[in-house]
Each structure stands twice: as structure tokens, then as C-alpha cells.
């Protein structure tokens, strides 16, 4: 396929994946049945990755008043970035005029400093992994938001691992191990992975000491890792120096999607504590992690590297299910019954639709295709068609829907 039928954003119309209205406004794009469909596979298959690796999920409100971003250093560097403070004036009691101001965030991890201070920790529960899937916002300008790699409103799948010192490598190694389990149930590749540093003389909070220890941590969990990866000056937050894991999309420009960074500004700034086994305070290390980074951005990915023709556990449908004639129409609402009832997203795909050769072409993306003819309906078995054009022996409806929900259960390429 050439480039432009790989595009997502021709093929997210096609495909009625999501849409953009200019009374919603640029780079704010919703989301259609079959896309949050999507979406949601995603998100609940990051959420069950992440409770298995030891995260523990938390929700943050999408507002928070400036003096958090102050704190944070946000407010100072990325100010530009942010939309317009939300500044509300309110009478107390005494009828005395008082004002807050609200900004939408621009990041999530101020949020999760916070609620790491809001009560004493030991250096038992380090590592401390928080996790969560929230939304945060940018100014984007007009002219470089395009369909879902550059928007205002990002679905972010963040977390935050608390932990010290010498703790960092081997939960930045872990972060990068579960990044590549990502890639490869979602079919995609990493273009290369980038060690981001500062620009030469820049500021470095909270200083060049503390840079050149996170630096020399993240350098050991790529080599530990055995990750290939290049240096790039200039490209680390401002809070400390990062992992980056670029894609490529179908036109060959790179975007950063999966991320770990080591931060030992926020700790200081929001002045995070652990009791050590010495009885006395310390100072944790924060490190950020995005597996999937911005959803909106996974999932552009992910139309583009499959055409829309999504792993099976990803699909919109997984199977379709096509009666030869209207006599196995009730034979067929019934399998889609079944495979709804064992987690499947089955769709009928009646005669009144067309023939059956338009009907299996309607299909081609849907990764199983369970025909159903008078034999089958009387035996009670399905005549299974695969994405890739193999047609398998008419097996028993039972055997079908356990071995599908196996192969999604295990989050697999494989169709059959």
C-alpha cells in the first residue's frame, strides 16, 4: 500500500474510527463506536500489564490551581504550552472578594507527587509504582495538530515509580521490558531509542551532578537491556534526562510514543520523603513511564502499521458471522449470542447485506469470518475463514469461541 492509504486520518473515515468537528474545535477529535471500541481494548489491556507488574492505579483531577505548576517547575517551562489560566473570584463569608486560579493541566506527574506526600512511607514499599490513564492538555498550535498524533486533549498512560537510588536501573530496564511486550502484542516496531540529554550550557535542574547520576542510570537499563540506542542533546525534559522510543510513521517521520525519564528535581521541589532503615528521611528518586504514551498517538500508530486490520484481540469485531441464507439467520443470531456471552465481539452479517461474496469483502479487516450454511446450523458447527484467506474444516461452534478467546485472552498476533 502507498503511503497515503496508510494514513490513519483517511483511514479512520473509512473506517468510522473517529471524526473532527470544527464546532469542537482543532486537535479535539471523538471518538466513533468502532474506535473507542479500540480505545477501550487498549486501555483495559495497559491497565492488566500494569497491575501485573505491581502498579497500583490512581485517578488526579484534570485541574489544578498554578501554584502546583509553580512548584513543579511546569509553570516556568511549559507556560507557553498551556491553555489560559481559569481565574474564579468568590466572596467568603464576611463577603470579602478572593480569587483561585485553575490551570488545565499540562502534565500528570505534580499530581502524583502529591498524592505520594499525602502520608509517610518506608523504605519497605519502595519501589512504589502509581499508575493512571489521564487526560492532560496542551496549546497545540493549529498549523501542527493532525488527527490523532498531535492533539490538545491526550489520553496519557502515565505512571510514576517512587523509589531510591539504587533502585532506578532496575525499574527503568523493567519499564523498557514492558515496553517491548507492548510492541510486539500490538504488532509494531520501535524505530530506534533515543538516550535524551540537555542542550550544551542549558540549565540542569537540579543540577549537573544530578544529571550525570540520572544520565548514567538510564545509559546502564539500555545496556542491561541491550537496546541499541543513540544520544540526542537537547531533547530532555527539564526536570532530567530520558528514554525515548520512536516510531515511524508511514511517511517515515519519527514521533516519540513510549517514554522513561529519571527525576530528581520534583522530589526536591515537593520535598518527598521515605524513612529509610536508618530511621531517618530520605529522599526518593521519581521515575516517569509511558508505556503506551499518548493513546491518541498509539492508536494512529496502530491503524497506519495494520491498514485497519487490527490484531484480533484489538479489532472492532472479531468475528463476523455470515448465514449463507435467511433460513440459518436464527442459527446465526444465536452463535453471536454465544460469542458475546464468552467476551467476544461478534456482528451478524445477515443476507439482506448482499451476496455472499460482498459480504465476506465487507469483512476482509475482521480477523474471523464464521460462515454458516444448512449443514453447519443442522451439526452445530461454523466454517471458519481467516483474514489471511486460510478457510478452515467446519468445526464445533463450542471449539471455535474457546479457541478464539484463547488467542485474545493471550493478547496474540496469531490468528489461528
Known sequence: MTAARHDHRS???????????????AGLPYWLPDGATVRHALEEYIRGVERRAGYRHVCSPVLGKRELYERSGHWDHYADDMFPPLERRAEDAEGDSEGEVLVLRPSLCPHHAVIYRSRAHSYRELPLRMAELGTMYRAERSGVLGGLTRVRAIQLNDAHIFCTLDQVAAEARAALELVRDAYRALGIEAARYRLSLPAPGGDRLPGPDAWQRA???????????????????????????????????????EATLSTVQVDLHQPERFDLRYTGADGRAHRPVMVHRAVLGSVERAVAQLIEVHGGAFPGWLAPVQLAVLPVSEAERAAGEAFVRRCTAAGLRADLAPPERGSMGARVREARRVPYQAVLGRREAAAGRIAVRLRDGRRLDPLPQDEVVARIGTLVERYSTELW
Open 11 to 25: 483511514l479512520g473515515r473509512e473506517l468510522q474510527l473517529f471524526g473532527t468537528d470544527p464546532l469542537i474545535g
Open 215 to 253: 544520565t548514567a542510570l538510564l545509559t546502564e537499563a539500555l545496556e542491561d537491556a541491550e537496546l541499541p540506542y543513540e544520544s540526542a542533546e537537547g531533547e530532555a525534559a527539564f526536570y532530567g534526562p530520558k528514554i525515548d522510543v520512536q516510531i515511524a510513521d508511514a511517511a517515515g517521520r
